[in-house]
């Protein structure tokens, strides 16, 4: 039962490097999302799906960009990673649509950008 | 100002005591309504959802104001595992699965 996966769970890289964060969750979970938190933030939504080859902007999409194209994964990639991307990074995935439904979150991916 | 305000904390409290904390949210059309505990920046994990009348989960007590806009918790017969950030998540009526949350409230249960 692996539930939510992400990989890597760390990652340091340069400023300008282009970095994919992978989320994978094995319950077909139709929706799922790309949260960063920052300390002194609560999470902050970059980029949500509802389903495969369905996705929208968050709150804070700039510089990033996901593909669905299976609903198993929800990548998120930073074209060309700046220093303001550092952060932890969570993915989460719902079942349905419905607003009381429970978000499940990954492990997180810590990112450093030097 | 933020959507979700919360106390950051932390708040000491002594094992076996009673602490209680609020979330206030600043958009009246919010519907939905949790607590997530985060443990040391590992993944959130909902705590509860809170329901208009109020409920209860064994130790942990949510409650709601919709007329003052917040939400509260409170923790009784606080235990060492409590020792958490607990986030304040609302949920638009008009946003399906977009989720606010607030930074967090720290909690720290002492011996």
């Known amino acids: 039962d692996a539930g939510i996966t992400q990989s890597p769970r760390y990652k340091i890289t340069e400023t300008g490097r282009q970095v994919t964060l992978m989320c994978h969750q094995t319950?077909?979970?139709?929706?799922m999302f790309w949260y960063r938190q920052d300390l002194g933030h609560g999470l902050r939504l970059i980029y949500y799906s509802a389903a495969a080859d369905i996705t929208d902007k968050g709150e804070v999409p700039d510089g990033y960009v996901v593909s669905r194209s299976k609903t198993e994964n929800f990548p998120l990639t930073l074209e060309s990673a700046t220093r303001s991307q550092t952060s932890v990074y969570f993915c989460?995935?719902?079942?349905?649509?419905?607003?009381?439904?429970?978000?499940?979150f990954g492990p997180g991916t810590r990112l450093t950008v030097l | 100002r933020k959507e979700v305000e919360q106390d950051p904390g932390p708040f000491n409290v002594p094992e076996g005591a009673t602490v209680a904390f609020n979330c206030t949210y600043s958009?009246?059309?919010?519907?939905?309504f949790f607590w997530y505990r985060q443990d040391c920046r590992k993944e959130p994990k909902l705590l509860m959802s809170?329901?208009?009348s109020g409920n209860e989960d064994g130790r942990f007590t949510a409650q709601l104001n919709r007329a003052s806009q917040y939400i509260s918790l409170l923790i009784r017969d606080s235990k060492l595992s409590d020792s958490a950030t607990y986030l304040c998540v609302v949920n638009r009526a008009d946003s399906w699965g977009k989720l606010q949350f607030g930074a967090g409230t720290q909690v720290v249960v002492t011996p």
């Open positions: 809170v329901y208009s």
């Open positions: 319950w077909s979970h139709s929706y």
């Open positions: 958009n009246s059309a919010s519907q939905s």
């Open positions: 989460a995935s719902k079942v349905g649509g419905q607003s009381t439904d429970t978000q499940y």
